[in-house]
Nanobody
Framework: QVQLVESGGGLVQPGGSLRLSCTAS????????MAWFRQAPGKQRESVAS???????TYADSVKGRFTISRDNAKNTVYLQMNSLRPEDTAVYYC???????????WGQGTQVTVSS
Protein backbone atom coordinates (compact mmCIF):
# COMPACT_ATOMS: atom_id res chain seq x y z
CA GLN A 1 0.00 0.00 0.00
CA VAL A 2 1.36 3.41 -1.01
CA GLN A 3 0.40 6.53 0.89
CA LEU A 4 0.31 9.80 -1.02
CA VAL A 5 0.46 13.12 0.81
CA GLU A 6 -0.43 16.25 -1.13
CA SER A 7 0.28 19.84 -0.21
CA GLY A 8 0.45 23.30 -1.70
CA GLY A 9 -3.18 24.14 -2.38
CA GLY A 10 -4.80 27.38 -1.34
CA LEU A 11 -6.49 30.58 -2.43
CA VAL A 12 -4.89 32.59 -5.22
CA GLN A 13 -5.98 35.50 -7.40
CA PRO A 14 -6.50 35.06 -11.15
CA GLY A 15 -3.17 35.18 -12.91
CA GLY A 16 -1.34 33.90 -9.87
CA SER A 17 0.70 30.75 -9.32
CA LEU A 18 0.74 27.75 -7.01
CA ARG A 19 2.92 24.66 -6.76
CA LEU A 20 1.39 21.41 -5.62
CA SER A 21 3.48 18.58 -4.19
CA CYS A 22 2.69 14.92 -3.73
CA THR A 23 5.04 12.67 -1.77
CA ALA A 24 4.76 8.88 -1.94
CA SER A 25 5.64 6.37 0.77
CA UNK A 26 7.51 3.87 -1.40
CA UNK A 27 11.09 2.86 -2.06
CA UNK A 28 10.31 2.14 -5.71
CA UNK A 29 8.97 5.55 -6.73
CA UNK A 30 10.61 5.43 -10.17
CA UNK A 31 8.46 2.38 -11.00
CA UNK A 32 5.33 4.50 -10.74
CA UNK A 33 3.85 6.79 -13.31
CA MET A 34 2.32 9.79 -11.57
CA ALA A 35 -0.56 12.03 -12.49
CA TRP A 36 -2.61 14.95 -11.26
CA PHE A 37 -6.38 14.98 -11.58
CA ARG A 38 -8.89 17.58 -10.50
CA GLN A 39 -12.56 17.65 -9.66
CA ALA A 40 -14.64 20.80 -9.60
CA PRO A 41 -18.00 20.95 -7.78
CA GLY A 42 -20.67 19.15 -9.78
CA LYS A 43 -18.20 17.90 -12.37
CA GLN A 44 -16.42 14.63 -13.06
CA ARG A 45 -12.81 14.11 -12.08
CA GLU A 46 -10.54 14.93 -15.01
CA SER A 47 -6.93 14.32 -15.86
CA VAL A 48 -4.67 17.38 -15.72
CA ALA A 49 -1.16 16.07 -16.33
CA SER A 50 0.91 12.90 -16.08
CA UNK A 51 4.57 11.95 -15.97
CA UNK A 52 6.23 8.57 -16.51
CA UNK A 53 9.04 7.18 -14.40
CA UNK A 54 11.50 8.40 -17.02
CA UNK A 55 9.98 11.89 -17.25
CA UNK A 56 7.71 11.78 -20.29
CA UNK A 57 4.79 14.15 -19.78
CA THR A 58 1.26 14.70 -21.04
CA TYR A 59 -1.14 17.56 -20.41
CA ALA A 60 -4.80 18.32 -20.79
CA ASP A 61 -5.40 20.90 -23.50
CA SER A 62 -6.91 23.28 -20.95
CA VAL A 63 -3.63 23.57 -19.01
CA LYS A 64 -0.99 23.30 -21.76
CA GLY A 65 1.47 26.17 -21.57
CA ARG A 66 0.35 27.11 -18.03
CA PHE A 67 0.99 24.00 -15.91
CA THR A 68 4.17 21.95 -15.61
CA ILE A 69 4.42 18.51 -14.05
CA SER A 70 7.78 17.28 -12.79
CA ARG A 71 9.16 14.67 -10.44
CA ASP A 72 12.11 14.17 -8.13
CA ASN A 73 12.66 10.43 -7.77
CA ALA A 74 15.21 10.98 -4.99
CA LYS A 75 12.50 12.68 -2.92
CA ASN A 76 9.63 10.40 -3.99
CA THR A 77 7.77 13.55 -4.99
CA VAL A 78 5.81 14.80 -7.97
CA TYR A 79 5.05 18.48 -8.48
CA LEU A 80 2.51 20.50 -10.40
CA GLN A 81 3.57 24.08 -11.09
CA MET A 82 0.47 26.07 -11.97
CA ASN A 83 0.89 29.51 -13.53
CA SER A 84 -1.58 31.99 -15.01
CA LEU A 85 -4.34 30.47 -12.93
CA ARG A 86 -7.94 31.06 -13.93
CA PRO A 87 -11.18 30.81 -11.94
CA GLU A 88 -12.04 27.68 -13.94
CA ASP A 89 -8.97 25.98 -12.46
CA THR A 90 -10.75 25.97 -9.10
CA ALA A 91 -11.07 22.35 -7.97
CA VAL A 92 -9.82 19.72 -5.59
CA TYR A 93 -6.57 18.40 -7.05
CA TYR A 94 -5.69 14.74 -6.55
CA CYS A 95 -2.43 12.88 -7.02
CA UNK A 96 -2.46 9.39 -8.58
CA UNK A 97 0.31 6.78 -8.52
CA UNK A 98 0.17 3.88 -10.98
CA UNK A 99 2.69 1.07 -10.62
CA UNK A 100 4.10 -0.10 -13.94
CA UNK A 101 2.90 -3.45 -15.35
CA UNK A 102 0.27 -3.82 -12.62
CA UNK A 103 -3.24 -2.59 -11.93
CA UNK A 104 -2.16 -1.01 -8.63
CA UNK A 105 -3.47 2.55 -8.39
CA UNK A 106 -3.24 4.84 -5.37
CA TRP A 107 -4.91 8.20 -4.79
CA GLY A 108 -4.02 11.06 -2.51
CA GLN A 109 -6.54 12.76 -0.26
CA GLY A 110 -6.81 15.86 -2.43
CA THR A 111 -5.87 19.49 -1.95
CA GLN A 112 -8.18 22.44 -2.61
CA VAL A 113 -7.18 25.07 -5.15
CA THR A 114 -9.37 28.16 -5.32
CA VAL A 115 -8.77 30.89 -7.89
CA SER A 116 -10.75 33.99 -7.04
CA SER A 117 -10.38 37.72 -6.66
Amino acid sequence: QVQLVESGGGLVQPGGSLRLSCTASTNTFSFYSMAWFRQAPGKQRESVASISGTGSTTYADSVKGRFTISRDNAKNTVYLQMNSLRPEDTAVYYCLAKRLFTTDNYWGQGTQVTVSS
